[in-house]
């Protein structure tokens, strides 16, 4: 019905039978709706498992996790020394002692910090409105093992593997698929403990960002002088350290909860000021909300967008309506909102948009 309102007052407007408001009206032409600024964003995380094993092996596959990007403008960018990264805790339920005096003690500092090790990449170009899908434990056909989870196998993807490195833990980072080229493949810089990124299975957090041109990523991630730690001094398990990453090379950042647990924010609010939800073992993805004026404005869309919406779970979804996987696949392109609040811009979805 929705869509069927749009294409009356479209036509109504090509005839000078209808004048409305921009702001009223999410349907009224823009005055250039051929041009978009805008960057890469953070448009999906799923990181929660849940899927169903083959051979009715117990327990479910949690090996299935990935991040999408998305190139949010009509003009294609090249991105040099992109990185990722998670902000501490890993779980936002858990004790937070980056509080002091119930603040983030980086709320109005000029840093973020980025727990035990991020990934980067030298260079990406993504075209208008394209996705950049990177497999955080395996670029595999994850298929295999579960029928209904996703097949990374695919030479467009993108694989965080770099055996040289602590990252190593071969469960999380078996040997990517031979059809996706070593130049897909994402280097970690690590300063804490462990053998794997361990994004969060409850509430993920990601932070995008970009090292300045020139940058020696791993040592400016081994130099003392950017290290944080949090409670204050490095702890007996070297879990803690962070490195400091400026907050005016962050690019994007995200956060969510855990449904049910009390949890307290881990970004500050001038890079995210709020949170989306999260759900683990259900195969969720916490999914980006479509900017619907700007997506219904541009282009020929308007005939190609594809309505009533029915993936979003736990009382949560695209306030838009507009289904934009299935948009995307009719030849709609898509513009996502980016208010930098996580609870507005964020949603849970029933399972991967890539299905």
Not at 32 to 37: P, Q, R, S, Y
Not at 89 to 115: C, G, K, M, Q, R
Not at 179 to 206: D, E, Q, R
Not at 322 to 337: E, F, L, P, T, V
Request: charged share 15%; net charge negative.
């Amino acid at each position: 019905m929705k869509k069927l309102n749009y294409l009356m007052m479209a036509a109504a407007m090509t005839l000078g039978l209808a004048s409305c408001s921009q702001e009223s009206n999410p349907g009224t032409p823009a005055e250039d709706n051929t041009k978009v600024e805008g960057g890469l964003i953070i448009k999906e995380v799923n990181a929660g498992g849940g899927f169903t094993q083959t051979g009715g092996k117990a327990g479910s596959y949690s090996n299935c996790s990935g991040i999408i990007l998305y190139n949010n403008s009509s003009s294609s960018v090249t991105v040099k020394n992109i990185a990722i990264g998670m902000v501490p805790p890993s779980n936002a339920h858990a004790t937070n002692d980056n509080y002091e005096n119930d603040v983030l003690v980086y709320e109005n500092a000029d840093f973020i910090p980025i727990l035990t090790g991020l990934w980067y990449h030298s260079g990406i170009t993504v075209q208008p409105f394209s996705d950049v899908v990177i497999a955080t434990k395996g670029a595999i056909d994850h298929t295999q093992v579960a029928p209904n989870a996703i097949n990374f196998a695919n030479p467009d993807y993108y694989a965080m593997y770099d055996p040289e490195s602590s990252f190593n833990l071969k469960s999380y980072y078996p040997t990517p698929d031979a059809s996706i080229p070593t130049a897909n493949y994402w280097k970690a810089a690590v300063y804490g403990s462990g053998t794997a990124w361990m994004l969060s299975m409850f509430s993920p957090n990601v932070v995008l960002f970009q090292f300045p041109e020139g940058t020696d990523i791993a040592a400016y991630c081994a130099d003392e002088a950017n290290r944080y730690y949090e409670g204050g001094t490095r702890d007996a398990y070297n879990s803690n350290v962070c490195v400091k990453i400026p907050k005016t090379w962050v690019l994007d950042a995200m956060e969510t909860f855990c449904i049910g647990r009390a949890s307290k924010k881990r970004i500050s609010a001038d890079l995210d000021a709020g949170n989306g939800l999260y759900l683990n073992k259900m195969m969720y993805s916490a999914y980006r909300n479509v900017d619907e004026k700007a997506t219904v404005n541009y282009g020929d869309n308007i005939n190609k967008l594809v309505y009533n919406y029915a993936d979003g779970v736990e009382g949560t979804t695209d306030p838009s309506g507009i289904d934009a996987a299935a948009s995307a696949k009719n030849g709609a392109k898509i513009i996502y909102q980016d208010t930098n609040n996580s609870t507005a811009d964020f949603h849970l979805r029933k399972g991967w948009s890539l299905k």
